[in-house]
Nanobody, 119 residues
């Protein structure tokens, strides 16, 4: 069982920065792949970035070079540092987790945090 709670969203001007955090309540954080997804109004939820327990990362092309995902295994927390934000980054950002050991993937989701990029 994994419970996720995001924080750090808000309103920021274009070109600004925000840092999202996601705290995971679980005893198996060391086996959990963590990720961030986002969903803009009228659009499908899309993958933003993932980080494995060994800190290997993957990014969507749209955020490469601007966003950085990281994790602190001692705090069971994953972060998303977002720089050079654009209006197109406006969305609800969701924390995601799944156990990399299981054959059938089951996704855990946080409730989401709103990020609005606007002048």
């Amino acid at each position: 069982q994994v419970q996720l709670v995001e924080s750090g969203g808000g309103l920021v001007q274009p070109g600004g920065s925000l840092r999202l955090s996601c705290a995971a309540s679980t005893s198996i954080f060391g086996f959990i792949v963590m990720g961030w997804y986002r969903q803009a109004p009228g659009k499908l939820r899309e993958l933003v970035a993932t980080v494995t327990p060994g800190s290997s990362t993957m990014y969507a092309d749209s955020v490469k070079g601007r966003f950085t995902i990281s994790r602190d295994n001692s705090k069971s927390t994953v972060y998303l540092q977002m720089n050079a934000l654009k209006p197109d980054d406006t969305a609800v950002y969701y924390c995601n987790a799944y156990d990399m050991r299981v054959k059938v993937r089951y996704d855990y989701w946080g409730p989401g945090t709103q990020v609005t990029v606007s002048s």
